[in-house]
């Protein structure tokens, strides 16, 4: 059965993994508020210097061998697929896209794994004569995601390419997990991406060829950390360093 209502779809979308998951807003949760994220640039430095600490960590060097314009973009990366994957779900799962604002969801700091987020209220109106992925820009992309983005670009002077690179890789990291974990709406999933990527804020971004299969245009910028290789979807071959010294 479809669910009738954004909570119940919501829900719904729950089920497929941690990264679909938008708790209930609870008070005195430790819950913060999420447009914090798009206007205050000291709570993304702070949040970028806790996982440059974990980088290190991991990796066994110092934090100053931890590059924070490649940290920032990770982090973002990993907020962006949170933002998107839910209502992503609820898409491809329910045939709806729930009316989230910004101001009514909230997160909690942690450090390592899916960023915990919440939703306040759900109004669910409807647009109508949109299709899923027209609603998912405009509910979604637009009002929600940008903002934060452009909060993350300004702080630490990565370019829109880069970072609407990582939300459409963070949306076809969703999409290999829905399908995987919902086979019966593979090919809804697969469509609602595919339209994306090929009209509004995601245009150019990155391309499905051949579908579920995802290549982005830029890169996330990973490589740059001590002892990492490259993602699965980047549009390099390999590290640029490695090139540098096979050249000469």
Same mark, same amino acid.
């Not at 949306?171 to 509004?200: K, S």
């Given at each position: 059965?479809?669910?009738?209502?954004?909570?119940?779809?919501?829900?719904?979308?729950?089920?497929?993994?941690?990264?679909?998951?938008?708790?209930?807003?609870?008070?005195?949760?430790?819950?913060?508020?999420?447009?914090?994220?798009?206007?205050?640039?000291?709570?993304?430095?702070?949040?970028?210097?806790?996982?440059?600490?974990?980088?290190?960590?991991?990796?066994?060097?110092?934090?100053?061998?931890?590059?924070?314009?490649?940290?920032?973009?990770?982090?973002?990366?990993?907020?962006?697929?949170?933002?998107?994957?839910?209502?992503?779900?609820?898409?491809?799962?329910?045939?709806?896209?729930?009316?989230?604002?910004?101001?009514?969801?909230?997160?909690?700091?942690?450090?390592?794994?899916?960023?915990?987020?919440?939703?306040?209220?759900?109004?669910?109106?409807?647009?109508?004569?949109?299709?899923?992925?027209?609603?998912?820009?405009?509910?979604?992309?637009?009002?929600?995601?940008?903002?934060?983005?452009?909060?993350?670009?300004?702080?630490?002077?990565?370019?829109?390419?880069?970072?609407?690179?990582?939300?459409?890789?963070?949306?076809?990291?969703?999409?290999?997990?829905?399908?995987?974990?919902?086979?019966?709406?593979?090919?809804?999933?697969?469509?609602?991406?595919?339209?994306?990527?090929?009209?509004?804020?995601?245009?150019?971004?990155?391309?499905?060829?051949?579908?579920?299969?995802?290549?982005?245009?830029?890169? #996330?910028?990973?490589?740059?950390?001590?002892?990492?290789?490259? #993602?699965?979807?980047?549009?390099?071959?390999?590290?640029?360093?490695?090139?540098?010294?096979?050249?000469?």
């Amino acid at each position: 059965m479809i669910p009738a209502s954004d909570d119940a779809a919501l829900d719904l979308a729950a089920e497929v993994g941690p990264f679909f998951v938008l708790d209930r807003w609870t008070p005195g949760a430790g819950w913060r508020p999420l447009a914090e994220l798009a206007e205050r640039p000291d709570v993304l430095v702070e949040r970028v210097a806790a996982a440059r600490q974990l980088l290190a960590d991991r990796s066994r060097v110092t934090v100053d061998e931890i590059e924070e314009r490649a940290t920032a973009s990770i982090v973002f990366l990993g907020l962006a697929a949170r933002l998107v994957s839910p209502a992503f779900a609820c898409a491809a799962l329910a045939d709806r896209v729930p009316d989230l604002r910004l101001d009514a969801l909230w997160w909690q700091p942690v450090v390592g794994g899916p960023w915990p987020l919440a939703r306040s209220t759900v109004d669910g109106t409807e647009l109508a004569g949109s299709s899923l992925a027209e609603e998912l820009d405009a509910r979604i992309l637009r009002p929600i995601v940008a903002p934060v983005l452009d909060n993350f670009g300004r702080t630490f002077a990565l370019s829109p390419q880069v970072l609407w690179g990582n939300v459409a890789s963070s949306l076809a990291g969703a999409l290999t997990m829905l399908r995987t974990a919902r086979p019966g709406r593979a090919e809804v999933a697969t469509r609602i991406v595919g339209q994306l990527l090929e009209h509004g804020t995601l245009a150019g971004t990155g391309d499905l060829d051949p579908a579920p299969s995802f290549v982005r245009r830029s890169c #996330c910028l990973f490589y740059r950390v001590p002892g990492a290789g490259i #993602c699965g979807d980047c549009v390099l071959d390999e590290p640029p360093a490695a090139r540098d010294t096979m050249n000469g």
